[in-house]
Each structure stands twice: as C-alpha cells, then as structure tokens.
C-alpha cells in the first residue's frame, strides 16, 4: 500500500529527523501487531517548497487485508512524534485513496507470493511503487536525505 506523509508548518526541521523519529514509531507499531513491515519512502517538495514523503509499505497479507489499521497506526505514531493525543485525526497522514479530483482509487493489493508473476495485484502494486521514483518534486540538497528503507532481513534458512 501507498500513503503520503505531510511535514508539518510546526516543524522546523529541514533534515528529516522527525520524518524517521516518526517512521521509528510507525515501523515499531506495525511490528507490534505482527505484520512484519518493509518499506521504501522518498522525500519530495511541492510548488509551493513544503516537503512531503511518499511511503510504500508491505506487510504480511496472512495478518491484514485492509489498509485501515496501517493508516491509524500511522496516524497514531504521528500523533505521538507532534506530542497530540493519539485519537486525533492529525491531517498529516493521507491513505491515497481519493486521487487528485477527488475519485474513489484503490490502494493496496494483496499478493499470493506463489502465483504472483504477472498477476494484476502485482502490476497495481508496481505502479503504485512506482509513483516514488517520479523525477518531479524532488529537490535535492546536500546533507538532506531524500530515501528512506527498511533492511531486507537476511533469510538464515538459505544458503549463501
């Protein structure tokens, strides 16, 4: 699943340091409720120069089927990073599921990792990805990290 995260005016950080103090909580939810999360996050500024992240998540489809609970703990987490009460519905997180001009969209696909090559899950779920590496809105700047990942977890099981 996609969500978009937007930086707050009250925040004023240019390096980023609440984007991950915020993705530390998130990440340490989503283990929490067991969904084994990865993710890929890109920074980008808009016309109008605020920074905003846009964040691909994957979790265990044995553990969840809807985006809902990933948004509120992402919510959640955020809340906890500002220092606002945990149930407030801050603004900042966005579940991607109204486009643009306001239409319904998808977001979010559940993948059978044994039937997965060519299935349109996956070809949904690789334009989704995809939308983080758009060339526009993103603004370099030295010292200002603009990707943020998980680490790929070493299998033990398999042989090198």
Known sequence: MRLDVKKPDSVQDEKNEWFSTFQAHFIKKEKR???????VAVREVSENGKPHYHEYLMVNGNK?????DHIKNANEAMNCTLGIPKEERSGFISDCTRNRKGYRQDNGELINLKTWLGCDACQSS????SYL??????????GVRELFASQVKKDSKKNA
């Open 33 to 39: 409720a067991g969904y084994d999360p990865a993710y």
């Open 64 to 68: 969840t089927e809807k985006i809902h």
């Open 126 to 129: 690789f334009r989704h990805a």
């Open 133 to 142: 590496a758009k060339e526009s809105q993103k603004d370099p700047q030295k």
